[in-house]
């Protein structure tokens, strides 16, 4: 059995561009006891994965060079030899970019792929929707009426975000990066107001006009200027969760700004960053109730494909230029395909 691998060639200084990345292909070794065969059905890329292309210290270790990069992954098991998984189960887990891959099974979650599309649990139903109920429940603890801001609001977590402030009677605001987005947002999400930050001249207006009352919770997937222009907005005790700063994933220099400690003091806000694997004891419970509102029909996801495990850079890349609307997933293979 012959698999493609997509290794991290070298490390990017600044964007990173298709020269970080190499194709191989080589053979898989004989399975096992113990182990799974599995093959790739969707795979997740995610900003985050950005940090673990460098060597600078972080949350979780930088990937190495030369060697597969890892992610999230839905995969189907097409030989086995661990009893805990049958051929032609489908699994999500971290794995990696390989269109085969051996595992011994530890870290694999069974999903069931008649409750709800494969993507979704590399989406609502993954990471990203966990992130998003985690650090909007838990940090952001929303009250009904209160104003809330998302920026990165088109994103995987930001929809997720607003639409759960939604329901929990919020406000809800969201900075977005097209005229596209902005509608989606507004007309298919119920987002309050929306704001595209490419084409508004003035972010710090445009915020204070679409927060007549404050800003009691910010959910902060960009960092930079747009939370720059947030934080003069926040009224007393806002929570501010931080969540992801891909405005400045690239950047070969340390930025300075505003300095928010003086803000924050003087609304005794609370500023908290986060990852998801901080509540990992109660993912169950996330996944449960995520579920129960996208069957209830409160909560709608939007998923941006691109097919072929080829494309899996490309649209990594894309990420950074803000294409994708909602999760970007890459579909590798269909289950039972031989």
């Known amino acids: 059995m012959k698999t493609r691998s997509i290794l991290l060639n070298s490390r990017p200084q600044g964007m990173p561009t298709q020269e970080n990345f190499k194709f191989t292909e080589e053979d898989l070794p004989e ?9 790739a059905l969707y795979v997740s890329v995610d900003p985050y994965m950005r940090g673990r292309m460098s060597d600078a210290k972080s949350y979780a270790a930088p990937y190495k060079v030369h060697e597969p990069i890892m992610g999230g992954i839905v995969a189907e098991v097409v030989e086995s030899r661990n009893n805990q998984y049958k051929k032609g189960t489908i699994v999500e887990g971290r794995l990696p970019w390989q269109t085969y891959s051996i ?6 979650n069974v999903i069931d792929p008649d409750l709800a599309p494969l ?3 590399l989406g609502v139903l993954g990471m990203p929707g ?8 838990r ?10 801001v998302v920026s990165g609001a088109a994103g995987a977590v930001g929809t ?11 406000r809800v605001v969201g900075i977005a990066g097209s005229d596209d ?10 987002f309050d107001e929306a704001i ?10 445009a915020l204070e006009a679409a927060c007549p009352d404050g800003v009691d919770i910010y959910f902060d997937n960009v960092g930079g200027e747009i939370s720059d222009a947030v934080y003069p907005l926040l009224n007393n005790f806002a929570r501010i969760a931080v969540c992801g700063q891909i405005s400045l994933y690239n950047t070969t220099t340390q930025p300075t700004g505003p300095r928010v400690e003086p803000i924050l003091l003087r609304t005794k806000s609370l500023m908290k960053g986060f990852i998801v694997g901080d509540y990992a004891s109660d993912f169950r419970q996330g996944v449960k109730e995520l579920a129960a509102w996208v069957k209830d029909g409160k909560l709608q996801y939007e998923q941006t494909i691109t097919d072929g495990f080829d494309q899996i850079p490309d649209a990594f890349l894309g990420l950074f230029k803000g294409e994708n609307t909602g999760k970007q997933l890459v579909h590798v293979a269909d289950p039972g395909e031989e």
Do not use: H, R, W
């Open 196 to 205: 595209n930050y490419k084409t508004t001249d003035n972010i710090a207006a």
């Open 130 to 137: 966990l992130t998003a109920y985690f650090g909007l429940l």
């Open 31 to 39: 399975l096992q006891e113990g182990e799974v065969l599995l093959k």
């Open 103 to 108: 595992s011994q099974g530890k870290g694999l």
């Open 160 to 170: 997720v975000v607003g639409q759960i402030a939604k329901i929990k009677g919020c």
């Open 119 to 121: 993507g979704y649990y």
């Open 181 to 190: 987005k902005m509608k989606y947002l507004q007309g298919k999400l119920g």
């Open 139 to 148: 940090i952001g603890d929303p009250k009904e009426g209160e104003t809330v």
